[in-house]
């Protein structure tokens, strides 16, 4: 029995007209057929426009570099969690067997790229002005709140963090990469002297990295 999507709808803001594209919007790779990496492909490019035209509007006088800064940071997959479940997103995750087995729904990587997936099928529903608007009001808050000049890339922090501890610095690689060339997933892989290894996944090798980096330094930060 499928779960309704009229709750979730209200959650988001919008109504969709094609209700396919939600559905395809929370269906995880898992899953047999259509999956929500393409549509993850499209909000994510959608999203960082939209972000870096608030920040440009917001901050006249912020140097380039310090808006790369702050647009990675609400863009960032950690961020991205945070709003799925603000919209209870994870109760209406479609996963395959094996990732409900493991606990797939609370997993923070697949939360954000719903997000960005149900942003890309906004995108296809009503149009760039509709999706524009549902970005303003979930990143209303964050974007009010963010200041130029304190934030960093998860990658910077880390090589900043391990370098004030004298230890040595984190090594990526890219250990698979799925899909045609205009719709790849990476794999990556952070290694850490004295830790196990980290592996996390994204429609670029950046996002790849910049997620690998954030969950090092959570372990890093819980064990210090």
């Known amino acids: 029995m499928q779960v309704s999507l009229v709750p979730l709808q209200k959650k988001l803001g919008y109504q969709f007209q094609q209700q396919a594209l939600l559905e395809q919007?929370?269906?995880h790779r898992s899953c047999k057929g259509q999956h929500n990496e393409r549509l993850e492909f499209l909000g994510d490019a959608i999203l960082s426009l939209v972000i870096a035209e608030a920040l440009y509007q917001n901050f006249p006088k912020t140097r380039e570099g310090d808006l790369t800064r702050m647009r990675a940071s609400l863009v960032k997959g950690v961020t991205l969690a945070e709003i799925a479940k603000e919209l209870n997103i994870q109760e209406f995750l479609r996963l395959g067997p094996g990732e409900l087995k493991s606990g797939g729904s609370r997993r923070e990587s697949i939360q954000a790229d719903a997000v960005e997936a149900i942003l890309g099928a906004i995108y296809l529903d009503g149009g760039a002005e509709a999706c524009r608007e549902r970005i303003l009001q979930w990143f209303g808050s964050r974007l009010l709140s963010i200041q130029p000049g304190v934030q960093k890339d998860s990658k910077t922090l880390l090589q900043e963090f391990l370098q004030g501890r004298r230890l040595a610095l984190p090594m990526y690689e890219v250990t698979e990469i799925?899909?045609?060339?205009?719709?790849q997933t990476?794999?990556?892989k952070c290694s850490v002297?004295?830790?196990?290894a980290?592996?996390?996944?994204?429609?670029s090798r950046r996002k790849a990295e910049q997620d690998c980096a954030?969950?090092?330094l959570e372990q890093l930060k819980n064990e210090s």
Do not use: N, P
């Open 214 to 216: 954030q969950l090092v």
């Open 25 to 27: 919007a929370l269906t």
């Open 186 to 188: 990476f794999t990556v």
């Open 198 to 203: 980290v592996i996390a996944s994204g429609s």
């Open 178 to 183: 799925l899909g045609d060339a205009h719709d």
């Open 193 to 196: 002297e004295g830790m196990t």
